[in-house]
């Protein structure tokens, strides 16, 4: 069984960094894409920032400059370095993995259970 965990979220005032983790684990075979998303209360999940299997990177506009997504494929883990954070940065971030195992050939989607950072003003 795919499982994704993630690590790192916390508490932080503005301006500090916080650096988060999120390690596949089980039968993969090949990971395509891995992202992290984010949901603040009221809205919508957005999409913070996505990696993919030849590491060119995707950014929301809102987190360009101070976010930083990159990949060990030795670990099947993917971080999110966050420098500069906002308070407007404050929600519930999700891993994302679309990858391949052993039993299903076509790419599945995978989310891990959320980690909450809360940036204080």
């Known amino acids: 069984q795919v499982q994704l965990v993630e690590s790192g979220g916390g508490l932080v005032q503005a301006g500090e960094s916080l650096r988060l983790s999120c390690a596949a684990s089980g039968s993969i075979v090949s990971i395509n894409v891995m992202a992290w998303y984010r949901q603040a209360p009221g809205k919508q999940r957005e999409l913070v920032a996505s990696s993919t299997s030849d590491d060119s990177t995707n950014y929301a506009d809102s987190v360009k400059g101070r976010f930083t997504i990159s990949r060990d494929n030795a670990k099947n883990t993917v971080y999110l370095q966050m420098n500069s954070l906002k308070p407007e940065d404050t929600a519930v971030y999700y891993c994302?993995?679309?990858?391949?195992?052993?039993?299903?050939?076509?790419?599945?989607?995978?989310w891990g259970q959320g980690t909450q950072v809360t940036v204080s003003s």
């Open positions: 994302n993995a679309g990858l391949r195992v052993r039993w299903n050939t076509r790419i599945n989607v995978y």
